[in-house]
């Protein structure tokens, strides 16, 4: 082989070092800047779903790196036995940011706040209240994370193909059938857990009656209504947490993607009367909440609560889904619809949409496919009009390239 790019060396030394569990293609990434990326050859990306949804803060966003280089000088880590600022002043942020009164728990990911989540309300059942009540019911299609209890919450059988058996006391119903729900839920139910907006499984929304639903059955059952707002949380939607635009307030909601701006964090958002559910030494995250993460996650949602940034996520969501409309209008036979709320879109097409992920990719855009046939943009939320009709322009000419003849 000669003259051997950067990107293809990189490539090269990924197939040879790196456990294959993604189906993984260059380029290779070494800088970032809002919705930019450059790639090891030089070559510029926009990007329209940065972070796979953790990016939403954009690439570096300077407030959180700013947040970083000081916090890194200072502290990084100290055990949960003993305090620090910064986490009590982060729960207290995400507390006021949900307007209910509540409690935090900090972990590292998604798949981890939805584990405390389940183990929170089996818990609060089982010993808080001395009541058998082991169920998990969740809806089919949704995403919740790859650890084992994660991944039976998860309803969709592909995840779990392989990794048999599952941890038990899990159901899945269909979505937005609330006699299904009804049946499902019943004095054996430890909590319903849902996505707002479920992202990886493209971009369906529940509808807001199917949520009131769920809210007046699971009191009415005695059973913890848990969103999971680890895709749709944090300013993406146009709220902070997305349950504040369906008018439905759940008892507890899980957080991470882009928590502490681009690091690792998950968190637990639990009303007041079911956080006794996990006492001292029932459940804990060596790294959860430590000093470096929570200044970043300071910084974050200093930036993403602030009305006039979710102002401007709901513009913005205004201009790339009239932008994404246009689309639809010039290319009808391509795509049927488009699903999400805020920054959080989905392209719904007639057929596949990888090849066209791929076009993309090669005129300079990034955006992603999900189940097939769903083009998924989440932009930064610091991304520009001008960012988005570029973003559209791609996406045409993409459309147009890849039309079948
Ligand atoms: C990504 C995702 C998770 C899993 O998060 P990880 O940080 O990858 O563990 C869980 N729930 C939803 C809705 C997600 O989008």
Redesign the pocket.
Known sequence: MYHMGANARIAAKFGRYVLGNYSRTPPAFVRGKGSWLWDVEGNRYLDFFPG???GAMGHCHPAVVRAIRAQAGRLIMVPNNVMHPWQAELARRLLQAARFRGRVFFCN??????EAAIKLARRYWQVARGKMKTRIVTVRG??????LG?LAATGQSVYHRGFRPMPGGFVHVPLNDLKAAARAIDSRTAAFLI?PIL??GGIQMPSPAYLRGLRALTRKRGALLIF?????GCGRTGDYYAFQGTGVVPDAV?L??PLAGGL?M?ALVVAERFAGGLPPGSHASTFGGSPLVCAAGIAAIKVAAAPATLARVRRMGRVLRAGLERLRARHPERIVEIRGRGLMLGTQLSGPGVELVVRCRALGLLVNCTHGTVIRTMPAITVTEAEIRLACAILDKALSETAPR
Do not use: C, I, L
Request: proline share 3%; charged share 25%; aromatic share 6%.
């Open positions: 796979w949804a953790a990911s998604g798949a981890e706040a939805n949704s995403f919740h994370g790859r650890t994660a996505e992202g990886e999971d707002e680890v895709q749709t899980t991470a993607k690792p998950g």
